[in-house]
């Protein structure tokens, strides 16, 4: 009964982890670029009462054995990078990626992050930016004499400026992917920063050798689902409440076993 006690507290634990993830699924909901995330879990090792296969006479053997599990623990907090619904805006800067790729943002110490989050603005140089005001990469400056602002699938920017009749190109968008998208760390921010576990970045040029293909005047919204989150939401208290039954059930018998003595 002592090991069931400690069998729940992993269960509460585990599902404690599960509304966690869940919960900032459901927040981030309306988040440009944000890729939900699945907490995944494992059981703990096992208490050998007897083997398969001990002999229960000359001629048998005990097909299956006594093994007690000892819990439940979290694996792995996976982020799950299928593509999220496109909202046009009225933004010619912005921009979003369809199939594999992520946009290069320089943070201020020079280090590259990547995002999927495509809501680019212009700095007071003309530079394209991000919220934050971090580059994009490669950098692209728009000239201040720009009327309008045209992005190609294939990442090609090119500008019409005041006087001229044709489009100018002033730079070309490279994105980047990863063996193991699911390895990247996350640092907030809509941005990721390679692993070990990820790999390098493969840098290419939109809608070639499998990359995604950039979509001009949309932002790619969050793939989170809410009907699945608040399923799982709603699963997860339910086992969170039923270990939490399983611990005062268990308490309860051993004060009946404490009581027998009287």
Same mark, same amino acid.
């Given at each position: 009964m002592i090991r069931a006690l400690y069998t729940a507290a992993t269960g509460m634990k585990a599902q404690q982890t599960q509304i966690d993830v869940t919960s900032n699924n459901i927040a981030n909901v309306n988040t440009i670029g944000y890729k939900k995330e699945r907490a995944e879990f494992a059981d703990l090792f096992y208490q050998t009462m007897e083997y398969a296969g001990t002999s229960t006479s000359a001629t048998t053997q005990s097909p299956t054995g006594i093994e007690v599990g000892l819990g439940v623990r979290p694996t792995a907090v996976t982020k799950l990078f299928g593509q999220g619904n496109f909202k046009e805006t009225s933004n010619n800067l912005? &921009?979003?990626?369809t199939g594999d790729g992520f946009f290069q943002i320089q943070l201020p110490d020079g280090q590259t992050a990547y995002t999927r989050n495509g809501a680019f603005k212009l700095d007071g140089e003309g530079n394209v930016v991000n919220s934050d005001g971090y580059l994009l990469i490669p950098e692209i400056v728009v000239p201040? +004499?720009?009327t309008e602002i045209s992005i190609g699938t294939d990442g090609t920017v090119s500008v019409l400026q005041a006087g001229d009749t044709q489009m100018n190109e002033i730079g070309q968008i490279e994105i980047a992917k990863f063996i193991n998208p699911a390895g990247l760390h996350s640092l907030g921010d809509n941005n990721f920063?390679?692993?070990n576990a990820s790999g390098d970045p493969l840098i290419g040029?939109?809608?070639?050798?499998?990359f995604g293909q950039i979509r001009q005047g949309f932002?790619? &919204?969050s793939n989170v689902q809410?009907?699945?989150? &608040?399923? +799982?939401?709603?699963?997860g208290q339910r086992a969170y409440e039923a270990n939490s039954k399983a611990i005062t059930t268990t308490d309860e018998m051993l004060q009946t076993v404490n009581?027998?003595?009287r």
């Open positions: 912005d &921009m979003a990626i201040e +004499d720009a920063i390679n692993t040029v939109p809608g070639l050798d499998g932002v790619e &919204m809410l009907v699945e989150e &608040m399923t +799982d939401l709603i699963t009581q027998l003595k």
